[in-house]
């Protein structure tokens, strides 16, 4: 009887764990970037375009929303015609990406928009709205500062992780509490080996796109300075 019992414990907990480990082995691909997936969705995007007259399988977003965020793709256009589903790791499986366009007009162009910052951002605007107020610290160009992360409660200052270069990036916000992530440390590497000739006043953020499958999510234009040639804020 005893045996029987340990048996069926022991049965029991496997099952339990099995059941605990599969989510978490589902949930680890959804936030694996693929190049295939990004492929196949790309001849889905180019097939469905030319069977519609040049149109794009994009969701309909305002003028005013920044340019890496303004086209993203309606999967329910190209599915199943076109591919069976979306990918696993695209939001709309419950992945951690945002299927985006870029160069709608020239040569429309699939890239991830990396949702998995989008939590750090909002828990700071929360605590921005707790207080009332944001707590600027210093400022760091025209409209953009750095936070005061001691007066929102936090113990040590969030960041977010490059999806470009896997290192953490710090947070800015604009006079209009906006957060931002501040992709300087990844524009200075692409700088140092792009071989291109970059004029100051020209939106810098491309380089970082180039070959990678993302787009640098929730950040401001960026230019060079005139001087240094580093990567700066570009002040429109």
């Known amino acids: 009887m005893k045996r029987k019992l340990l048996v069926s414990i022991l049965i029991s907990a496997m099952v339990l764990l099995t059941g605990c480990m599969y989510p978490k082995e589902e949930l680890s691909q959804n ?7 990004i492929q196949t969705v790309q001849t889905a995007v180019d097939d469905f375009q030319k069977e519609n007259g040049g149109i794009l399988p994009i969701k309909t977003k305002d ?3 920044p340019i890496y965020q303004k086209y ?10 076109y591919m069976s589903e979306p990918p696993g790791n695209a939001f709309e499986s419950g992945g951690v ?4 366009l870029i160069d709608v007009e020239t040569n429309p162009t699939v890239k991830l928009f990396d949702l998995r910052m989008t939590e750090t951002i909002r828990e700071i605007k929360l605590r921005i709205k707790s207080k ?8 760091i160009a025209k409209n953009v500062f750095t936070l005061d992360y001691k007066q929102l409660g936090y113990k040590k200052q969030p960041y977010v992780v490059s999806p470009f270069t896997e290192q953490n990036l710090s947070l800015v916000i604009t006079g209009d509490a ?12 692409a700088l ?10 020209e939106d810098i953020r491309p380089i970082l796109v180039g070959d990678s499958m993302f787009v640098p999510a929730y950040s401001l234009p960026y230019t060079v300075d005139s001087n240094t040639k580093e990567p700066v ?4």
């Open 31 to 37: 936030q694996i970037p693929y190049k295939d997936q």
């Open 63 to 65: 003028a005013e929303t």
């Open 72 to 81: 993203p793709i309606e999967f329910k256009k190209i599915t199943p015609k």
């Open 97 to 100: 990406f945002q299927y985006v």
């Open 132 to 139: 009332g107020y944001p707590p600027f610290k210093e400022q």
């Open 178 to 189: 906006e957060v931002f992530v501040d992709y300087r440390p990844d524009l200075y590497q």
């Open 192 to 201: 140092k080996k792009a071989d291109i000739e970059l004029k100051p006043g």
């Open 233 to 236: 804020f570009l002040e429109e």
